[in-house]
C-alpha cells in the first residue's frame, strides 16, 4: 500500500474518531442545529436533536450566525457520511490497484484516480504535518 492510500486511511480514521466522540453522538443525537438564544440578541447556539445546547459561537457580532450555520451544518451525522463515502472511493481504487476489480479500461481509470481523486480526497489534509506536497492536484 503506497504512503497517499495509508495518509488518507488514517484521516479518515482520525475524522471518525473525533464524530463518535462528540457527546451527541450517539443514534439520535447525530445532528446539529443554529439556534438563537433570544431573537434578535445576535447570539447563536449549536443545539442537538435533543435541543440541548452543543456550544455557543462568539465570534464577531455579524458573523456568529453564518459561523453557527457552518459549524451545524458539519456536524457528526455528515462527517460520519462524508467518511463512508470516501472509504467507498478508496476501497475500489484499492480493489482495481490489486487487479481484485478487474474490467475493461481499468488502466485508464486507475491512472485517473492516482492523478486526480486520490489527491482530491487528500487535499482537505493539506495543512497536517504528514500531507506531502507532491500529492496536490
Known amino acids: ?13 482520525e475524522d471518525e474518531q473525533l464524530a463518535v ?3 451527541s453522538a450517539t443514534d439520535e443525537g447525530l ?7 433570544e431573537p434578535g440578541d445576535g447570539r447563536w447556539t449549536l443545539i442537538d436533536d435533543f435541543d440541548e445546547d452543543i456550544a ?4 464577531s457580532a455579524a458573523g456568529d450566525k453564518a459561523v453557527a450555520r457552518h459549524i451545524a451544518r458539519h456536524d457528526p451525522a455528515r462527517v460520519l457520511r462524508e467518511v463512508e463515502a470516501k472509504r467507498g472511493l478508496l476501497s475500489r481504487y484499492e ?17 485517473e484516480y492516482r ?20 500529492w496536490k492536484p
Not at 103 to 109: P, S
Not at 115 to 134: F, K, M
Open 95 to 111: 480493489a482495481m490497484a490489486t487487479d481484485v476489480l478487474v474490467m475493461t479500461g481499468v488502466e485508464a481509470i486507475r491512472s
Open 56 to 59: 455557543e459561537v462568539n465570534c
Open 31 to 37: 445532528h446539529w442545529y443554529e439556534h438563537q438564544r
Open 21 to 23: 466522540d462528540t457527546e
Open 115 to 134: 492523478r486526480a481523486i486520490l489527491p482530491g480526497l487528500a487535499l482537505p489534509y493539506a495543512a497536517h504535518s504528514d500531507y506531502q506536497e507532491t
Open 1 to 13: 500500500m503506497d504512503d497517499l492510500v495509508q495518509f488518507l486511511k488514517d484521516r479518515f480514521a
